[in-house]
């Protein structure tokens, strides 16, 4: 069984700064899909950036980009230039290409202070 | 927006009572799915379907089914509410071509008293 962990559950950040949330997995299959997702007050799920297993470049999504370490097992967000609606719970999440399911992590709530 | 609209968006009901929840989707995605959310666990699959009138269990599927007789509605039944049922539920597709990734609608808060 493929599991999520992340492990702070909150963080804090000044608006303009910059941040990474760590997310670590763990699964013997070799061809899957990584995600992050934010979830603002509103309680809706927003796709933030994926990251295919077979690709060695980490992906980037305007100021959201990713540190994805295969050995490791390791994949964090980095958020550059922190603003307020950046505020929200975010969550990695894992799926396996054979099946299309996903599994998450417990979450994590970051908040970005003026 | 991935045009998926969930119904109702909040519901109360009593221990005992089946409840019926819906996901609609008007862009024919083939990959529909159930989640709950709830503190401390983040998302769990419930039920996921690959086409009409095929569907699968996920995660946490015990208490719950679920039907599809059209492409474009997926339901979830809990057939005798319990309170440990109280949740978020939110419907998810996979978009065709969008390399696995999934969008989900905008959540149905249940309290089962």
């Known amino acids: 069984a493929q599991t999520v962990t992340q492990s702070q559950p909150e963080m804090s950040v000044q608006e303009a700064e910059t941040v990474t949330l760590s997310c670590t997995y763990d699964?013997?299959?070799?061809?899957?899909?990584l995600f992050w997702y934010k979830q603002p007050p509103s309680r809706q799920m927003i796709l933030v950036i994926r990251?295919?297993?077979?690709?060695?470049q980490n992906a980037t999504e305007n100021r959201f980009s990713v540190n994805f370490q295969k050995a490791a097992k390791s994949f964090s967000l980095k958020i550059s230039d922190s603003q307020l609606g950046d505020t929200a719970m975010y969550f990695c999440a894992f799926m396996i290409r054979a099946n299309s399911k996903l599994t998450f992590g417990k979450g994590i709530t970051l908040s970005v202070r003026p | 927006d991935a045009g998926i609209t969930q119904s109702p968006r909040h519901k109360v009901t009593e221990t005992g009572t089946p409840v019926t929840l819906r996901c609609h989707q008007t862009?024919?995605?083939?990959?529909m799915y159930w989640y709950r959310q709830d503190p401390g666990h983040g998302l769990r699959l419930i039920h996921y379907s690959y086409g009409v009138k095929d569907t699968d269990k996920g995660e946490v599927s015990d208490g719950y089914s679920v039907s599809r007789s059209k492409t474009e509605d997926f339901l979830l039944t809990l057939e005798s509410a319990t309170s440990s049922q109280t949740s978020v539920y939110f419907c998810?597709?996979?978009?065709?071509?969008?390399?696995?990734?999934?969008?989900f609608g905008p959540g149905t808060r249940l309290t089962v008293t």
């Open positions: 862009e024919n995605h083939r990959y």
């Open positions: 998810a597709i996979r978009r065709q071509g969008s390399d696995y990734e999934q969008y």
């Open positions: 990251q295919e297993a077979y690709k060695q």
């Open positions: 699964t013997s299959e070799s061809n899957y899909y």
